[in-house]
């Protein structure tokens, strides 16, 4: 918990209590989310597909006094995306964020790309949000409040060689956000894309020639970016948010 000398004690105060659906967050930028929402009091929901793993961030958070619960999850998938909705409403009677940061980067020529690793970059990292978005709404809209947190990547703007497929789902994500905010922005529900650069963590296990890991952003950088977007007074939006490395794109 923070205390009331925190400089952003206010900020994350209006956190306490609040539940968190994230996806993703056995690994990376989604577990150092989890763990900063914890820390501010939130109770959060983990999703992600592997149970082990999840289960194990989930007990972690609860050691330190957190409310966390675990949902495996695979976010591609309509019956499982309802499912992880309906537990948080079984378990906590509502949602009040959701961040949508779930996703898989495969890399290639264009010519050399198979399609099945098209159907699962597009799947995890653009269908997703749609399907979490889509269930996650009715509860928000019904409670008349709500954020939702789409975590993308600077390759939604930027075209990077052999990343078709990771480029265009971002750049569709992006678009996918910007519908959604000003389809929901009259309910009183805001919806931020959070662009990130590099980031250190498991995503770049098994990339043939990565930047320069030393360089990355920390996954817990893009947390506390997405934390205090999440604990912004309400009567103000942020829309767009672009995390960079300092020496920018490596
Ligand atoms: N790392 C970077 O440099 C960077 C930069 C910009 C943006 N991003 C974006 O940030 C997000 C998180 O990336 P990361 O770097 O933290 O990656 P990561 O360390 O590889 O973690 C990815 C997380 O997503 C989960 N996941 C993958 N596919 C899933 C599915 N179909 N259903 C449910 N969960 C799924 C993984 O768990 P399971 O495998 O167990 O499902 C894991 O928890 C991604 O959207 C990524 O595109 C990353």
């Not at 409310?67 to 499982?80: F, G, H, I, N």
């Not at 749609?130 to 996650?136: I, M, Q």
């Not at 703007?157 to 789902?169: I, W």
Request: glycine share 8%; charged share 20%; net charge neutral.
């Amino acid at each position: 918990m923070v205390s009331p000398s925190h400089p952003n004690a206010t900020e994350i105060g209006r956190l306490n209590g609040k539940v968190v659906v994230i996806t993703g967050a056995s690994k990376g930028i989604g577990k150092s989310t989890a763990t900063a929402f914890a820390a501010a009091g939130a109770k959060v929901v983990l999703a992600a597909r592997t149970r082990e793993t999840l289960e194990q961030v989930a007990a972690d958070l609860r050691k330190s006094g957190a409310e966390a619960l675990a949902v495996p999850t695979d976010v591609t998938s309509t019956d499982a995306v309802k499912r992880l909705i309906q537990r948080t409403l079984d378990t906590y009677q509502h949602v009040d964020i959701l961040v949508n940061n779930a996703g898989v980067g495969y890399f290639g020529p264009v010519v050399d790309f198979a399609p099945d690793d098209w159907d699962m970059v597009l799947n995890s990292n653009l269908k997703a949000i749609y399907l979490c978005a889509k269930y996650a709404l009715p509860p928000m809209l019904a409670q008349g409040s709500g954020q939702i947190i789409n975590v993308l990547s600077i390759a939604a703007k930027v075209a990077f060689e052999a990343s078709a497929a990771y480029c265009a789902a971002k750049a569709g994500a992006l678009a996918l956000t910007k519908v959604l905010a000003s389809e929901v922005r009259q309910q009183n529900i805001r919806v931020t894309a959070v662009l990130p650069g590099s980031v250190r963590t498991p995503f770049w296990d098994g990339v043939p020639e990565p930047p320069d890991f030393e360089q990355m952003l920390k996954p817990e950088h893009v947390a506390e970016t997405i934390v205090s977007v999440c604990g912004q007074p309400s009567g103000m939006v942020t829309e767009e948010i672009v995390v960079m490395p300092p020496l920018g794109i490596l």
